[in-house]
């Protein structure tokens, strides 16, 4: 995962512009069942029967390998020393039996069932080395490599579970051995070792762990292909000014070793793609190309820049010039809003993507770990070296964060998956819950409907763009959902939520069923400490409530409720639409009663 500011594609200046669909002919292929191995065709991937296939993927990002702020962890926080610092806390035996339950935890058959019946048809395995070999210095003789069962066996386990859903699988070191790069959480590096470049015998593992790996996948199609090294970034040419190699022009050292392990893999291996990355986090190219194997792929990722067509352009015209498939193999960390700008513009230039990461600690991503306090201590104590929890009570919270890992016990975003799939080729909006009215029904501020900005809510604030110079938070409150819209989360009521930070124009929107027509008045809790915040209520797109006052309530965690009156509701579908005309106020809730 991008962990650093400044990484990213080339940085592109220009106006953020909500896609088209993505051309027909990519999208009805997509209909039909992928067979065999997969492979390279001039500029696309293609099935055995020569179909053009479109990789709809997601990341394991935080199973194999615990990147830091995936569990609210950012000092200090490869995930050796997070081990080292758990056993400190409550001693190894504990931190063994933590790790083995958030492998057998974080990602199931279950999860694979899930991704398929969402829509995705690949997975992308960010794999740690240390589960299937040992490190160099670990070794028992010198220059041997030991085989570990470990990682093979949850490999072979994903492999059936994407065998079984009709999956493809790619396989991607994402922790090679001594580390590849010089942002270290991303490869769990020790910087008191010898590096992956520093290190013959590292390279050599390296290099052994990818033929062990083609050796044992060479005849299984379902592996989609091989992601030979995660995000490289280092300076070889300049390491005190570039050393995360942003600006390297020949990369030597890095395309000597891609084309080292490509040889190892077609010693046993002939069938399936390759995917190669640049330097500086997947994205400096110079030097590596042209490439060296018939059958293979370039790989960019993308974070935190504009969705427009400058954005990929670069992409595009390499592509081209090499006549090579390209795929987008990171990306999202973002709003919906982004998500679905995003996935619609890799769709209409036919590029594949794979998302980042399943599941973490947070709401971007289509599942969030649910934390819990005793944990919070821990995380705490960690970032900030105050208040040390007891080792009983780290003990607990991290095991129970374990058990939240998986999928029944996660929270499932909805929004999120309907970014990914639905919204980037529609503006059709869809209810958020099933909002069918009666006399006394509330529908919470935070439930509105499921469509992208402009159509389903509007926000002035929808996403990140700040490695295109346009910073930006989207839901500025991180809780219940991925979107622009601002929610915090009520401490006085259990799972209970409200729409906070309203500006000026913003708008939600909720569709309601209606039973039988007529005259309706409506409550609304509302909380502000302004003397003009304003509001209208519209439904059906006619604005039957204009300019309501909304009460200075004292404070914007001061609640009252307000009364909108004469409000006529068709019976069936309606959508009623909360408009700030001036705004400085809380949502926290509507609250539907028969009769004026």
């Given at each position: ?6 990484k ?5 200046s220009?106006?953020?512009v ?9 999208v009805?292929?997509?209909g ?6 997969l492979k ?8 055995e029967?020569?179909?053009n296939?479109?990789l ?25 020393r ?22 057998a935890?974080?990602t ?29 210095d670990?070794?028992p ?15 072979d ?5 994407c ?22 959480n ?20 390296t290099?052994?762990?990818?033929r062990?790996?083609a ?18 970034n ?26 080292d392990i ?12 390759i ?33 427009d ?5 670069h992409?595009?015209?390499t ?23 995003a ?8 590029i594949g993507w ?29 970032n ?31 929004d ?25 029904t ?10 992208r900005?402009g159509y389903?809510?509007f ?7 700040h ?10 409150g991180h809780?219940?959902r991925?979107?622009?819209v601002?929610i ?13 930070h309203?500006?000026?124009?913003e ?5 309601i ?8 008045s ?18 059906n797109n ?14 914007l ?26 705004g400085?106020y809380?949502?926290?809730y ?7």
């Amino acid at each position: 995962m991008l962990t650093s500011l400044i990484k990213n594609i080339k940085i592109s200046s220009g106006i953020k512009v909500l896609l088209a669909a993505a051309p027909a002919l990519f999208v009805s292929l997509q209909g039909n069942a992928q067979t065999g191995f997969l492979k390279a065709e001039g500029k696309k991937i293609v099935d055995e029967k020569g179909q053009n296939v479109l990789l709809r993927g997601m990341g394991l990002g935080g199973w194999m390998l615990q990147e830091g702020y995936m569990l609210h962890i950012n000092k200090d926080s490869r995930q050796y020393r997070i081990r080292e610092r758990f056993e400190e806390l409550m001693g190894p035996a504990e931190t063994k039996e933590f790790y083995d339950t958030w492998l057998a935890n974080n990602t199931r058959k279950i999860d694979v069932d899930s991704m398929k019946r969402w829509g995705f048809n690949s997975i992308r395995l960010p794999m740690h080395y240390n589960l299937y070999t040992l490190p160099v210095d670990k070794e028992p003789v010198a220059g041997r490599n030991t085989w570990l069962d470990k990682g093979f066996k949850m490999t072979d386990d994903l492999l059936a579970w994407c065998k079984a859903n009709h999956m493809y699988l790619i396989l991607d070191l994402h922790a090679a051995p001594g580390g590849q790069g010089n942002d270290l959480n991303i490869s769990d590096r020790d910087p008191d070792k010898p590096s992956l470049w520093d290190s013959e015998a590292n390279k050599q593992k390296t290099i052994a762990l990818w033929r062990k790996l083609a050796e044992r996948y060479k005849n299984e199609p379902y592996i989609g292909a091989y992601d030979i090294i995660n995000e490289p970034n280092w300076g070889f040419d300049d390491p005190q000014n570039d050393k995360n190699g942003l600006k390297e022009k020949t990369n030597g050292p890095l395309r000597k070793l891609m084309v080292d392990i490509t040889a190892a893999i077609r010693e046993v291996d002939k069938k399936h793609i390759i995917i190669i990355e640049g330097n500086g986090w997947g994205n400096n190219y110079n030097g590596i190309l042209p490439q060296w194997d018939k059958n293979m792929v370039l790989s960019f990722h993308k974070y935190w820049n504009f969705n427009d067509q400058k954005s990929v352009d670069h992409i595009v015209k390499t592509r081209d010039q090499y006549n090579i498939p390209v795929w987008l193999g990171e990306t999202g960390e973002n709003s919906n809003t982004w998500l679905t700008e995003a996935i619609g513009l890799l769709e209409k230039n036919n590029i594949g993507w794979s998302l980042w990461p399943l599941k973490k600690l947070g709401i971007n991503n289509p599942m969030e770990i649910r934390s819990n306090l005793n944990y919070d201590d821990v995380a705490r104590y960690l970032n900030t070296g105050r208040n040390k929890p007891n080792e009983s009570n780290t003990y607990s919270g991290t095991l129970e964060l374990a058990t939240y890992a998986k999928l029944e016990n996660t929270i499932i975003h909805h929004d999120v998956i309907d970014a990914i799939f639905r919204q980037p080729h529609t503006t059709v909006t869809k209810p958020f819950k099933a909002n069918r009215i009666g006399n006394g029904t509330v529908i919470n501020a935070v439930d509105y409907d499921l469509g992208r900005n402009g159509y389903a809510y509007f926000d002035t604030d929808t996403a990140d763009y700040h490695t295109s110079g346009k910073p930006g938070v989207g839901n500025k409150g991180h809780v219940y959902r991925n979107d622009g819209v601002d929610i915090s989360k009520d401490s006085t009521k259990y799972e209970s939520y409200y729409v906070d930070h309203i500006e000026t124009n913003e708008w939600t929107q909720y569709t309601i069923q209606v039973k039988t027509s007529g005259m309706y008045s409506l409550s609304l809790k509302v909380a502000s400490a302004t003397d003009d915040a304003q509001l209208s209520v519209l439904v059906n797109n006619i604005t039957q409530a204009k300019e309501v006052a909304v009460p200075n309530t004292g404070g914007l965690k001061k609640w009252q409720v307000i009364a909108v009156k004469n409000i006529v509701l068709k019976a069936g579908s309606n959508k009623i639409k909360v408009l700030a005309n001036n705004g400085g106020y809380n949502l926290h809730y509507l609250q539907f009663w028969k009769g004026k």
